[in-house]
Nanobody, 120 residues
Framework: QVQLVESGGGLVQAGGSLRLSCTAS????????MGWYRQAPGKQREMVAD???????NYADSVKGRFTISRDNTKNTVYLQMNSLKPEDTAVYYC??????????????WGQGTQVTVSS
């Protein structure tokens, strides 16, 4: 019912920057949080950053101070500005959206992923 399409991944050198974008379409009613997760080879998928409809943000400790998440509600789009990239940031990055009723997640949606590769 909800489709998420990411863009902006690529290959950069350590210290460089990238901006990821994710646009939601379909039945976006009541989606109250969007975020970014990543998964590196041989590792579990981890939360990178998320943002509520009100603009409250959360970041993984490993990216705090380097990454910034933002959203444009009029465009149903969430962004991840990634600065000072490190080789350990290399992963497939996935956009996520949640449909929440009270404290219960009733919908959980994922994009197709976009590859971010940071060279030494």
């Amino acid at each position: 019912q909800v489709q998420l399409v990411e863009s902006g991944g690529g290959l950069v050198q350590a210290g460089g920057s990238l901006r990821l974008s994710c646009t939601a379409s379909g039945s976006t009613f009541s989606i109250n949080a969007m975020g970014w997760y990543r998964q590196a080879p041989g590792k579990q998928r981890e939360m990178v950053a998320d943002i509520s409809n009100s603009g409250s943000t959360n970041y993984a400790d490993s990216v705090k101070g380097r990454f910034t998440i933002s959203r444009d509600n009029t465009k149903n789009t969430v962004y991840l500005q990634m600065n000072s990239l490190k080789p350990e940031d290399t992963a497939v990055y996935y956009c996520n959206a949640k449909r929440v009723w009270s404290t219960t997640t009733i919908g959980n949606y994922w994009g197709q992923g976009t590859q971010v590769t940071v060279s030494s």
